[in-house]
């Protein structure tokens, strides 16, 4: 089929929650992909901060390929070699103690909230537990996830949301005090806000957060689904801040592709979940976690990390060049390879000049444009893609 078959197709028999680019992606390689007409994008979505190591890696693909040949799923009854290695690369990255593998960062923010409760439970056995969780955040369209997402626009026409969640001003430690409650279990907020406009959280503000949680007795939830796994400079976010949560979540770069996602807790937390709480399918499955074990490999081998703080510094440093440049370029922020720029006008314009000029960009919260690239990019990459972003910068400019 051609470009417009194929669109004509999937708009026959797909629900229509997505407004598509008219734009069909046929292969990747490297930080690139090729549409099928031919065109060449520069990546710098990476499927939304998915595809850490680029596209059509030959040792991954190669051993996903082996894991096909060997077992792809068993049910969550018997154990299997890839789960039990990636659950120990995921406890020794984070620094966690147990893990639970679902299938994506919803389900790992469902999984988190589950445990917060249950655990809560154990404690005084009352089933009135609150949580706290931040304003213009997002962690998840399933019902669970939507009710701690922190936008009104999301959650309208799929009420009552769950009980008992408040929403502070994150970034604001006097604003989550004001809300804690005798109920409170749990605090949950991004360690670096992605969809809210890319607001990293403040020294200050994650640190008092976890005072407040030791002194109350409440559990820390960090969801690390986009800003973990080294898009922040180090493994975790919350690494960068010598904060440790009691629950954290990840998905996301987690799998490089393939759908898979963990939520993360403590010994002492861990343990309120016992056999019949909580399961999954596909979750832990061989084929998912053989992918998380050779991303954790490779991570290792490519020294992605130390990439991430070289060039998410050159990075930081570029697109803050910006601000002087473009009155419609407001500001700048971020932290490593997951930067934003704050515009006057609206982002999808820009970013739809981009698309013109080879550039794949995302939109984040109202007014900003993301930078969540692979993760391998080099500096040339950079150079490459100030260039296709001036350009569209420049055509917007103009017609403001």
Known sequence: MN?????????????????????????????????????????????????????????YNDALKAQIDKLIHTSNYFYNEPAAKAAKALTSASGMDRVFFTNSGTEAVEG???????????????TDHEIIAMEHSFHGRSMGALAVTG?????????????????AQFNNLASVKELVNDKTCAIIFETIQGEGGVY?????????????????????????????????????????????????TSAKALGCGVPIGAFMATEQVAKALVP?????????????????VEVFRLFDK??????????????????????????????????????GIELTVNPKDVIAKCLDN????????????????PLVITRDDVDQMMVRLKKALDEVSQNV
């Open 3 to 59: 470009t417009k078959q194929i669109i004509e197709e999937a708009e026959s028999n797909l629900i229509h929650t997505y407004n598509r680019y008219q734009i069909v992606l046929d292969k990747g390689d490297g930080v690139r992909l090729y549409d099928t007409d031919g065109k060449e994008y520069l990546d710098f979505g990476s499927g939304i901060a998915v595809f850490a190591l680029g596209y059509n890696n030959k040792e």
């Open 151 to 167: 936008n009104k626009h999301y959650q309208e026409a799929f009420g009552p949301m769950i009980p008992g969640i408040r929403f």
């Open 302 to 339: 490519l020294n992605v990390t130390d990439n991430v703080k070289n060039v998410g510094k050159y990075l930081e440093t570029q697109l803050k060049s910006l601000v002087e440049k473009y009155d419609i370029v407001k500001a700048q922020r971020g932290m490593g390879l997951i930067q």
């Open 276 to 292: 019949g709480d909580h399961g999954t399918t596909y979750g832990g499955n061989p084929l998912a976690c053989a992918a998380a």
């Open 358 to 373: 080879g550039l794949i960009l995302f939109s984040a919260g109202t007014n900003v444009i993301r930078f969540v690239p």
């Open 112 to 126: 988190a909230i589950k445990l917060a409760k249950k655990y809560a439970y154990l404690k005084d056995g009352s």
């Open 200 to 248: 990293p959280a403040k020294k200050e503000f994650i640190e008092g957060v976890r005072k407040l949680c030791d002194e109350k007795g409440i559990l820390l939830i960090l969801d690390e689904i986009q800003c973990g796994m080294g898009r922040s400079g180090s493994m975790f976010a919350f690494q960068q801040y010598g904060v440790k949560p009691d629950i954290v």
